[in-house]
């Protein structure tokens, strides 16, 4: 059975705290995704990677950061958390470029 | 560039079915794909549908695709309390997947 794990359900960080939240895929997938999604918004993308060590920015990736050093997890990284990434935040993997996307259970981050 | 575009809400009764629609701009997505999220989890991959094909049944579920169109949609027989969720369409040729806005369907007893 395919996996995708995020390692927190639920998050609660204070204004301008260095985030990190990880994402783990056990499919062997040469690419993978983080998107945050808002009520109205529907999902977003933030940050993409096709490969070990790179990182291409998505559709918004201003505050946030990226770290792919293994195949198997990517990392999401809030430099310096505010109030407007209060969100859910979904990871997800696929084997190809625009095939079937995995996702994990998503991320439910409070700033404060 | 492209886009992917669906109603915001569903609602209907039990027993009733439910047909969430979807419009797409990218002619090239090869495979077409409809996703279900539950409240406080992830998408989970409800079914797809080749983009050479007009129709894909599975149980309950039949997908129609009307390529001219542009025109994607999801029907649900005997729709149950368990489906209520928020239903994604998603397409994607070479670049990534493009997701919809998404369709909160709510199912009345």
């Known amino acids: 059975d395919v996996k995708v794990t995020q390692s927190s359900r639920y998050l609660v960080k204070r204004t301008g705290e260095k985030v990190f939240l990880e994402c783990v895929q056990d499919?062997?997938?040469?690419?993978m995704f983080w998107y945050r999604q808002d009520p109205g918004l529907g999902l977003r993308l933030i940050y993409f990677?096709?490969?070990?060590?790179?990182?291409e920015k998505g559709d918004i990736p201003e505050g946030y950061s990226v770290s792919r050093e293994k195949k198997e997890r990517f990392s999401l990284i809030l430099e310096s958390a505010s109030t407007n990434q209060t969100s859910m935040y979904l990871c997800a993997s696929s084997p190809l470029p625009g095939t079937e996307a995995f996702f994990g259970q998503g991320t439910r981050l409070t700033v404060v | 560039g492209e886009d992917v575009e669906q109603s915001l809400f569903l609602s209907v009764r039990e027993g009733d079915s439910s047909v969430i629609n979807c419009t797409y701009t990218d002619s090239s997505s090869t495979y077409l794909y409809w996703y279900k999220q539950e409240p406080g989890a992830g998408l989970q991959l409800l079914t797809y549908?080749?983009?050479?094909?007009d129709m894909k049944q599975d149980q309950r579920l039949t997908v129609l695709l009307n390529k001219k169109d542009k025109h994607l949609s999801l029907r649900i027989a005997d729709t149950q309390t368990g489906d209520s969720a928020i239903y994604f369409c998603?397409?994607?040729?070479?670049?990534?997947?493009?997701f919809g806005k998404g369709t909160k369907l709510s199912v009345k007893p």
């Open positions: 990677s096709y490969d070990v060590k790179m990182k």
């Open positions: 549908i080749f983009s050479n094909m």
């Open positions: 499919m062997d997938h040469e690419n």
């Open positions: 998603a397409g994607g040729s070479q670049g990534n997947l493009i």
